[in-house]
């Protein structure tokens, strides 16, 4: 989840096809993850969340794995629409932190191509 | 409609100039943040606030402060001192507590230092 170089990771799949982001968090003490999607010039919008003492949750078209083994966090987004496109964001909520404040990383910006 | 407003959406400053930037939200959340972005990176925070008259610096709190006097107002002023300012600001909101965790975000306000 930190962020790192200055450029986005961009991921390019075609419309129909199921799509993968990946994270790599870096806090193994976190206990709530957070998947965002930021199209351009506005603001993130939520798409779905998990706990550690998950490994898996579904929501409409998306699931979010959690492999607390590897502190990697992955959003994958079934039947890929024109729609998906924008830019996505993991965040990490740490347990310790009585602060309540998100660690966000660097985002996967989405193309589908028509 | 409950959410968050940020304006304006678009601002441009002269060097020198202190501007504030605006945020409220009928949200009824106790806590609030300031995020920035810059082209192609994710979101690095500013200052927050857990309650009413009480605020923290985040991680690039330099060139900046905010106030919050009220529950629903939290204004970022990006100051002279702030060297870089051009950038996309991010204001955002969530309940408080161990157990709330989503952060609600505004569209956005983008200044331009010219």
């Known amino acids: 989840g930190e962020s790192v170089g200055l450029h986005l990771p961009t991921l390019s799949v075609q419309e129909g096809d199921n799509s993968i982001i990946n994270c790599a968090y870096s806090?193994?003490?976190?206990?709530?993850f957070i998947w965002y999607k930021q199209e351009s010039g506005k603001g993130p919008q939520f798409i779905i969340d998990i706990r550690s003492n998950m490994d898996k949750r579904q929501g409409q078209r998306v699931t979010v794995l959690l492999n607390k083994t590897v502190k990697h966090l992955s959003l994958q987004i079934a039947a890929t629409q024109p729609g998906d496109s924008a830019v996505y964001f993991c965040?990490?909520?740490?347990?310790?932190?009585?602060?309540?404040?998100?660690?966000f990383g660097s985002g996967t910006r989405l193309l589908v191509r028509p | 409609d409950g959410g968050i407003t940020q304006s304006p959406k678009y601002l441009f400053r002269k060097e020198g100039q202190n501007v504030t930037l605006s945020c409220e939200q009928n949200?009824?959340?106790?806590?609030m943040y300031w995020y920035r972005q810059d082209p192609g990176q994710g979101l690095r925070l500013i200052y927050y606030s857990q309650i009413v008259n009480d605020f923290q610096k985040g991680d690039i709190a330099e060139g900046y402060s905010v106030s919050r006097e009220k529950k629903e107002s939290f204004p970022l002023t990006v100051t002279s001192a702030q060297k870089n300012p051009t950038a996309f600001y991010l204001c955002?909101?969530?309940?408080?507590?161990?157990?709330?965790?989503?952060?609600?975000f505004g569209p956005g306000t983008r200044l331009t230092v010219l």
């Open positions: 955002a909101s969530s309940r408080q507590g161990r157990n709330y965790n989503e952060q609600f």
């Open positions: 965040a990490e909520k740490g347990r310790m932190d009585s602060s309540y404040k998100l660690i």
């Open positions: 949200l009824n959340h106790d806590a």
């Open positions: 806090n193994s003490a976190s206990d709530y």
